[in-house]
């Protein structure tokens, strides 16, 4: 049983966020503390220069929205909302922050993993706690 669970999660069709919410609540103790975190991919600057900043801004209120809508389902989640790359983003951030458990949800990886790698196997070969990927 886990104490400090990290569940980063992505808003596609192609990840099971319940799936992962309900496995973190398997592996929880009683007094678990739950982290719903998700990475955004980083504008390039010169795309960021051509996009007004409300626009900007508004989009990262919405996605911040959305993911406190999606953590109310784990009592007491707490939400992360940053910017950079997600695989190196979690495996440090558990990593600061004490984690003792990722349960993040994955796609079928298909030959393209073998060239440009994905979030999971990064996580799961560079993470010093429990991962648990859900497929």
Not at 1 to 30: C, K
Not at 71 to 90: K, M, N, Q
Not at 94 to 111: E, M, Q, T
Request: net charge negative; charged share 25%.
């Amino acid at each position: 049983m886990y104490s400090n669970i990290l569940i980063p999660v992505v808003f596609d069709e192609g990840h099971d966020t319940q799936a992962s919410f309900l496995a973190a609540r398997a592996l929880a103790n009683d007094d678990a503390r739950f982290t719903v975190l998700h990475v955004m991919d980083p504008i390039p600057a010169y795309v960021a220069s051509q996009i007004p900043a409300d626009v900007l801004a508004k989009s990262r209120d919405r996605t911040e929205r959305e993911l406190k809508e999606m953590a109310a389902a784990l009592p007491g989640a707490t939400t992360v909302l940053e910017s950079g790359h997600a695989g190196r983003f979690i495996v440090d951030y558990a990593d600061r922050h004490g984690i003792d458990c990722i349960v993040l949800a994955s796609h079928r990886p298909g030959i393209e993993n073998l060239f440009l790698g994905s979030t999971a196997d990064r996580v799961v070969r560079h993470a010093k706690c429990s991962v648990h990927v859900i497929r």
